[in-house]
């Protein structure tokens, strides 16, 4: 079985070709992104509300936990998952590309079918790279501040901005964040909506989905320092800029996917 499912997903492959792209293709993905934002604005707040009420819903259960030290992190990390969210996102730039009707029923039915497809083992390689992510914050908190954590997060920032062991927590963090942040957009930027687009198996879109990054390295991952630097600004506001930034976003990774892949 296992042997016959690579031999699948090699055919699947080899029908896909990935188109080399520059940084007009990304410009030009984000203004038809925030086209369909505004186009349908009322499909891009309920999506972003689904964003910002799961990140708010986060800080405050560890508020409540007393574990202030994982705030940081998990408000950096949640957007990591948006990818599997805006699957909602991606039928509604699909459905205006391909002039469909787009209305609640067909977009929400388009998502909870994804349940019965590939899409769903996809969500588990994202929380697992999530969690993985969550787990390296606490080991490296551990072994950088240890019993200096203090049990209020302005009292954290403080401990991490001013003192050795929370600078070098912060430089080693960051640095590993950021290899984790690119392996996941690396294996979900196209894999998501190709699944969505296409019958293929997650291995497959995940592949695909790496080689679109390794082949066009400059621009897709210039889209992701876009995405991680905008969804972190976004947070600011408690969350309330993930209403704006990740559906448009979303929008934007549909768009981006439709330039770089071609199926024959």
Do not use: C
């Amino acid at each position: 079985m296992d042997s016959l499912e690579t031999a699948t997903g090699e055919t699947q492959a080899r029908r896909i070709r990935i188109r080399r792209i520059t940084g007009a293709e990304i410009g030009t993905a984000l203004r038809r992104g925030f086209s369909d934002y505004l186009a349908h604005l009322p499909y891009g707040l309920f999506f972003g509300a689904i964003y910002a009420a799961g990140g708010m819903f986060i800080v405050a259960a560890l508020s409540i936990y007393h574990m202030p030290w994982l705030i940081i992190p998990v408000a950096i990390g949640f957007p990591l998952i948006g990818p599997f969210i805006a699957v909602g996102l991606y039928e509604v730039s699909r459905r205006r590309e391909k002039g469909l009707p787009i209305t609640w029923s067909a977009i929400l039915a388009e998502v909870f079918r994804q349940r019965e497809r590939q899409l769903s083992w996809m969500a588990f390689v994202v929380l697992f790279i999530f969690w993985v992510w969550i787990y390296q914050v606490r080991l490296l908190f551990a072994l950088f501040l240890g019993y200096k954590a203090p049990a209020e997060l302005d009292a954290l920032v403080h401990v991490i901005l001013t003192t050795s062991q929370g600078l070098s927590f912060l430089g080693v963090g960051t640095i590993v964040g950021a290899v984790i942040a690119t392996i996941l957009f690396s294996v979900t930027v196209v894999a998501m909506p190709l699944l969505l687009d296409h019958d293929v198996d997650f291995v497959t879109a995940m592949i695909t989905s790496i080689r679109a990054v390794t082949e066009n390295p400059v621009a897709m991952l210039g889209f992701g320092v876009i995405v991680g630097a905008s969804a972190i600004l976004a947070l600011v506001p408690l969350f309330l800029g993930l209403l704006v930034v990740l559906p448009v976003l979303g929008h934007a990774t549909w768009h981006l996917y439709r330039a770089v892949i071609e199926i024959s």
